[in-house]
């Protein structure tokens, strides 16, 4: 009996000993975190339970209650994403410490555009009544400088005595992506960490800054409105990421919430707004791909618009707008960007890849930003990364730019110095005026002029705007025009103009002139200048060609009588076929062409009438026919004065480019016969041919004229059934008309 008591006892006494000991150390909830063990940084996601408030009514109360703990389901990631949505989130972990020391630790939420965040901590008595240990509220919706902790990211100190646990609570609200990285932090590796981050900002936020600096220079030396919009788009986008980055907030503005909350779209808005205006600037869309340029300023319409909107919509909507522009933005961009390459823009490399590099960072951004991938380093920053590429490489695609356009410089004046050689090598003159002619180009304008005025041709010298610096006597003989009063005076003012034609005639004339500016080759046509009798133009062979004096770029010209041709009196008859291309000059010149031995049959009135019908059913068979430029069409691009900007447009559509007009000719000594076939769909022929001139003239239709001026000079003017073929027949003994 006594070894039975004395083993009661004995087990009493363990019973005893453990209930006390258990007694003297906190129990601990399965899944708390110990942050005695964290000796650098550890992410509790998928530590945390989370439960979403859709009436957003639960108050804490409710929650402590343990009312809603059934409702409470494990963190679905690391870091728990539910992408755009208006419900609440209760958050919910535990922390412990089971060490003796008193454990000073860091909660930080690594999303900055959470507009509300609760955050309450529990610990228990020894009856297990929980007492509130911490309750802050912060977010968006609240001045940065009420802040406990000054950092771009919403940071929360955590103090637990030795064995102590605290239940914390968190309660989010936000417009923008419910993301909400739960990240718990040794102090100093937080700091450390801030500091890492902090420096590469800088590194961001000085690529930015450089670039804008650097080619802020270049726009001062170039005046290249390129760099401009490149300067104002990266200004605009380093604004929306540092707002994005919560740095804006920051340090920018701290004691602005609403502005906090709106800046994004905003500034969203105007990167794209000027994103998509320097696209349509360095690509040249209007010309290279007219199609993606009204794509391209259709999004700068919607630019606009969210602007506007993010200051007086409800953010909800507009930042889902501003996800959706940016990615719409490099859509358009970039296949136009290949399509512009295609067309030979060579500038569109750089910016071709820069806008793809850009293109990864959106995509991984905007998946994030909707909850539909996994927000890491890569997916946080994608946007940054890209960013940098892209501002680097649209750089040098500026620089690049200037390169091409040094190359076709350089290659345009070794054109020119090519031409002044051959000129000079064709000089049939002494070893003396051989070397004064290389010397032409360093000399002074008067020696220049003495060189030429023992010339009948007229031989001038114009700037690169055509106004005149010097001509020789020859151009007082042949257009009565005063030497003395020529230098400053345009050489537009001198060229003919009859009001009967003025319009295609005189902007042929222009035409082949701003050919001629473009493309700085040397050239050779025949031009009608004014002459003292002022009904009759003065008809002359122009050459022009570049020449660089002492460093700065003149035009050279002569202008020189036509020579008849001699072997004109032996002429008996022709027949020729001719295939041209949808290119007015090339009408001009193959109406002279297909007409000068005429003059052997008729006079020159009745001659010039003929040229001018001729040359008006050849433009039509171009611009109605082949380019189906319609009546209306032509009349509206006459009004507004940019015909030759709808001729040019339609000559890019490969469909109506590679037309041709076929012209089949014949000449005898009883009459002239001309065939012109053009490879459009016809039209009503009657109906033009039914209208006299007095109609025409009624309805102001200058260039309606031509079909009626074609019947009345021809004496048979025959259309096919289609109306894309017209046969037009000149009889030399026709009354109208006298023999050559």
């Known amino acids: ?102 454990m000073n630790r860091l909660v930080e939420i690594g999303f ?66 419910m993301i909400f990285p739960i990240s718990v932090w040794e102090t100093s590796s937080f700091y450390r960490k801030a500091q890492r981050e902090l420096f590469a900002f800088g590194i961001y936020y000085g690529i930015i800054i450089i670039m804008i600096l650097y080619n802020l220079f270049i726009f001062t030396a170039t005046r290249d409105n390129n760099y401009l919009y490149y300067i104002l788009y990266i200004a605009a986008f380093g604004m929306f990421q540092l707002s994005m980055n919560g740095l804006a907030y920051q340090f920018l503005w701290p004691s602005s919430p609403w502005w906090a909350i709106h800046a994004n779209p905003f500034l969203i808005g105007w990167s794209a707004l000027l994103g998509a205006g320097f696209s349509v600037k360095f690509l040249e869309t209007p010309v290279y791909a007219p199609v993606m340029d009204k794509l391209l300023k259709g999004l700068m319409v919607l630019s606009v618009i969210l602007i506007i909107a993010s200051l007086t919509v409800d953010y909800s909507i507009t930042i889902l707008a501003g996800q959706i522009l940016p990615l719409s ?47 890491n380093i890569l997916t946080e920053h994608g946007l940054q990364i890209g960013s940098a590429f892209e501002m680097v490489l649209l750089a040098l695609a500026l620089a690049d730019r200037i390169n091409i356009m040094k190359m076709e410089k350089e290659e345009a004046q070794m054109e020119v110095i090519a031409k002044q050689q051959q000129i000079v090598d064709n000089l049939n003159r002494s070893n003396m005026e051989i070397e004064s002619a290389h010397k032409l180009l360093s000399i002074s304008e008067e020696k220049y002029r003495r060189l030429v005025e023992g010339t009948k041709d007229i031989i001038f010298s114009l700037d690169e705007e055509w106004k005149f610096i010097s001509a020789n006597r020859a151009i007082t003989t042949e257009l009565k025009i005063d030497t003395d009063t020529i230098a400053g005076k345009s050489f537009l ?17 222009i035409e082949k002139l701003e050919e001629f500016s473009r493309s700085k080759k040397p050239v050779q046509f025949r031009i009608q200048f004014k002459s003292p009798i002022s009904t009759e133009p003065r008809e002359l062979l122009l050459s022009l060609e570049f020449i660089n004096i002492e460093g700065k770029n003149e035009i050279l010209g002569k202008a020189s009588h036509i020579i008849e041709d001699s072997l004109l009196k032996y002429f008996l008859e022709e027949s020729q076929k001719y295939a041209i291309g949808n290119y007015l000059i090339t009408a001009e010149e193959i109406t002279h062409r297909i007409t000068r031995n005429l003059k052997k049959y008729m006079d020159s009135s009745s001659l010039k ?74 039209f009503d022929h009657r109906e033009f041919l039914e209208k006299n001139d007095d109609i025409m003239n009624a309805m102001l239709l200058s260039h309606g004229r031509g079909l009626s001026m074609t019947v009345n000079t021809f004496d048979e ?24």
């Not at 507009?115 to 309750?135: G, H, Q, R, S, V």
């Open 1 to 102: 009996m006594a070894c039975i008591k004395t083993k009661n006892r004995i087990i009493t006494f363990l019973f005893l000993a453990c209930t006390l000991l258990m007694a003297a150390i906190p129990a601990f909830s399965s899944g708390a975190i110990d942050v005695s063990s964290i000796n650098k940084h550890l992410p509790i996601g998928s530590l945390c339970y989370t439960l979403e408030d859709q009436s957003g009514n639960i108050t804490i109360d409710e929650i402590i209650s343990g009312k809603h703990d059934n409702d409470f389901t494990i963190s679905p990631g690391n870091i728990p994403n539910f992408g755009f949505t208006k419900s609440v989130y209760w958050v919910r972990f535990t922390l412990e410490n089971s060490s003796y020391r008193i």
């Open 112 to 177: 900055p555009l959470l507009d509300n965040i609760e955050i309450y901590a529990f610990t228990a008595d020894n009856n297990a009544e929980p007492l509130m240990a911490k309750k802050e509220i912060t977010g968006r919706e609240i001045p940065f400088n009420e802040r406990l902790f000054s950092h771009r990211n919403f940071v929360f100190p955590m103090n637990l005595l030795p064995y102590e646990s605290q239940d914390v609570y968190l309660r989010i609200k936000t417009d923008d992506g």
């Open 329 to 375: 933005m490099i859509l358009i961009a970039i296949p136009t960007a290949i399509l512009c390459l295609k067309r030979g823009n060579r500038s569109a490399r750089f910016y071709l890849i820069a806008w793809s590099a850009f293109f990864i960072g959106v995509i991984l951004s905007t998946l994030r930003i909707m909850g539909l991938i996994q927000h």
């Open 493 to 509: 003012d001198i060229l003919y103009s009859d009001q009967k034609e003025q319009y295609v005639t005189r902007r042929l004339m």
């Open 609 to 682: 009438l003929l040229r001018i019908s001729l040359r008006e059913i050849i433009i039509n068979a171009i611009e109605h026919g082949n380019l189906e430029i319609s009546f209306e069409d032509k009349s509206n691009a006459m009004m507004e004065d940019n015909y030759f900007e709808t001729v040019r447009s339609r000559q890019m559509k490969p469909d109506l480019g590679r037309r041709k007009v076929l012209i089949d000719y014949s000449v005898n000594s009883e009459r002239v016969c001309y065939t012109v076939t053009d490879e459009g769909s016809g």
């Open 717 to 740: 003017v025959i259309f096919n059934e289609k109306g894309n073929s017209v046969n037009l027949i000149k009889y030399f003994n026709s009354k109208d008309d006298s023999a050559g």
